[in-house]
């Protein structure tokens, strides 16, 4: 079974700073992986696939990089709307676990 | 426009049963993967069980298998999840989530309802 490890847990920063989350694989998942951005009372929103494909409607800020056990999230430059809790989820093989999340708050 | 109902959450006892439906619209049903995803309060999102188009194919988390059966109704468009001797950790919001292919070998989840709360408390 894979598991998905995520650092920071929480990430402090200000609008217009870049952030950066990380995603690890127990072991290789290839390019199956996503990210997610979760905002308080909604629910989960896709924003890459396949490891570093935007889905659509995703602002260019954001993008993704990384295979095998290694990934990252970057968002160049934050917005005050992307302050949020990011999710990374394989879809490699089954079960199917979510990482257990990196919260981008305001400094 | 994609639409995700689900339906039949509540309180129950542990031991006890649920049945979780799930009424979609909006997109060809039997064209998708479909899956259960539950998330408790505070904690992040955990995957539960998907089920192939053709209801073929279906599998579980390690913890539900044995426990839980997923199923589907093409012909109604609908998703299930039976849930039985249910357990206090089971506790959360149940989301109905729509798999896309996007053509490189993957599905992802990239729709979700608005879910439905299991509660397991005596």
């Known amino acids: 079974e894979i598991v998905l490890t995520q650092s920071p847990a929480t990430l402090s920063l200000s609008p217009g700073e870049s952030a950066t989350l990380s995603c690890r694989a127990s072991q290789s998942v290839g390019s199956s992986l996503a990210w997610y951005q979760q905002k308080p009372g909604q629910t989960p929103r896709l924003l890459i696939y396949?490891?570093?494909n935007r889905a659509t409607g995703v602002p260019a800020r954001f993008s993704g990089s990384g295979s095998g056990t290694d990934f990252t999230l970057t968002i160049s430059s934050l917005e005050p709307e992307d302050f949020a809790v990011y999710y990374c989820h394989q879809r490699s093989q089954w079960p199917l676990p979510f990482g257990p999340g990196t919260k981008v708050d305001f400094k | 426009e994609v639409q995700l109902v689900e339906s039949g959450g509540g309180l129950v006892q542990p031991g006890g049963s649920l049945r979780l439906s799930c009424a979609a619209s909006g997109f060809t049903f039997n064209n998708y993967w479909m899956t259960w995803v539950r998330q408790a309060p505070g904690k992040g999102p955990e995957w539960v069980a998907n089920v192939k188009q053709d209801g073929s194919a279906k599998y579980y988390l390690d913890s539900v298998k044995d426990r839980f059966i997923i199923s589907r109704d093409n012909a109604q468009s609908s998703l299930f999840l039976q849930m039985n001797s249910l357990r206090a950790e089971d506790t959360g919001r149940y989301y109905c989530v729509r798999d896309t292919y996007f053509g490189s070998g993957s599905y992802y989840a990239d729709h979700w309802g608005q879910g439905t709360l299991v509660t397991v408390s005596s």
């Open positions: 396949d490891a570093s």
